[in-house]
């Protein structure tokens, strides 16, 4: 066994190393205790799985394996895995004792060709570092009797070629953009931070939210819910590539209960002078293209014969203009009057384009 440091670790930041010549390490390891760190250089590969957990450490380090491998780790704690053989070798990370609050953190260094199986953990989070980041296999998060959570943190970029499954994917803290190529492998919750995130459900019916940033989502079927922040600002313009009319839009998770109510429908071209308030969400039939523009939406507002009547003081309204055009894209927009009654076209913002729809929405695609 490579061990740096004496048997009993005592003060400071102790190591032990290990390499594929230590095969046989496992909790019957009782001579090391009181280890900080452990470094596994070489992984020893199938058929010999290393048990760690035993040593007491909390942080955990491992060059890339160029064959699969099995490593069970404590209940809590860092785990980083290095460059090394560029591989596309299974990773699996157990945890010792599956509890209730069992938590993982993930640092990859590098490019992964690998398959992750995360496997007896509630809480797993994976941060990138110094660089983007391609994890090129699925990720795998399961607990059999807990909801999975996999948080998303740092810097740099983050994409995930092969399948993802978990019930909750949270990157709303991940400064960088977090891509999901192949998306969801079952239901889930998928929420984006402030970067440019592609987000992919699953099959089934999912929630995506892009959170900040001009967003990327793809529900994949299943009647999936897209969810949106409070103002044009923290939401930034969303490309909604696959809406149907099995799907719901949600304003509430940004503006609060009772934001979801369709107060009416009418035509951009009526003269209807329809009274706005504000928290009200409208839908507006474009049936030409002719309102697709800030100036043309705050044209809308006004009265004398146009759809709508004078807006309001402060006031927050959605509107979705819904372009029934065989090759038209419906777009939602908010509308954040100032202390002004007039609404202009700087009050006027696009959220979110509903690519290629110019279906019919009605209050049933509206979250109640």
């Known amino acids: 066994m490579a061990l740096r440091i004496p048997s009993g670790g005592g003060y400071g930041t102790d190591v032990l190393a290990l390499d594929d010549s230590d095969a ?9 205790s009181n280890i900080e760190t452990i470094y596994v250089d070489t992984a020893p590969g199938t058929g010999n799985p290393i ?8 942080n955990f380090r491992m060059k890339n394996a160029s064959e699969a491998t099995t490593i069970t780790v404590a209940n809590e704690g ?58 090129g296999g699925t990720v795998t998060q399961t607990h059999s009797a807990s909801v999975e959570k996999l948080t998303i943190l740092g810097e740099e970029d983050l994409t995930i070629t092969g399948a993802v499954r978990v019930d909750w994917v949270d990157a709303s803290g991940f400064a960088g953009a977090l891509v999901l190529t192949s998306g969801m492998v079952m239901q889930a919750w998928v929420k984006g931070g402030p970067g440019e995130d592609k987000l992919r459900g699953s099959a089934d019916a ?58 009416g429908t009418s035509a951009d071209d009526s003269t209807g002078d329809q009274t706005p308030t504000s928290g009200d969400i409208w839908i507006l039939v474009d049936a030409d293209g002719s ?6 939406v705050a044209d809308l507002f006004g009265g004398g014969g146009r759809p709508f009547a004078v807006g309001v003081a402060d006031m927050e309204l959605v509107l979705i203009i819904q372009d ?11 509308i954040e009057n100032d202390a002004s009654a007039t609404v ?12 290629g729809f110019h279906g019919t929405i009605t209050d049933e695609n509206i979250k109640n």
């Open 24 to 32: 046989d390490v496992t909790i019957t390891q009782t001579n090391v």
């Open 51 to 58: 048990d760690v957990s035993y040593f007491g450490a909390s």
């Open 78 to 135: 860092t785990f980083e895995i290095e460059n090394g053989a560029a591989s596309t070798a299974d990773i699996t990370i157990l945890c010792a004792t599956a509890g209730t609050s069992d938590t993982l953190s993930l640092i990859v260094g590098d490019d992964l060709g690998n398959n992750l199986a995360l496997t007896g953990w509630e809480d797993v989070t994976i941060s990138t570092e110094a660089e983007a980041i391609t994890i």
């Open 206 to 263: 999912d929630i995506l939210q892009g959170g900040g940033g001009d967003d990327t989502l793809r529900g994949d079927g299943g009647g999936d819910k897209f969810q949106f922040e409070a103002t044009a600002a923290e939401n930034g313009h969303d490309a909604i590539e696959d809406f149907t009319t099995a799907d719901t839009l949600d304003f509430e998770p940004g503006y609060g209960p009772g934001m979801n109510t369709l107060k």
């Open 291 to 296: 309102t697709d523009t800030a100036g043309e």
């Open 324 to 334: 029934t055009q065989t090759d038209g894209s419906s777009i939602i927009w908010y």
């Open 344 to 355: 202009t076209a700087e009050e006027c913002a696009t959220v979110a384009t509903l690519a």
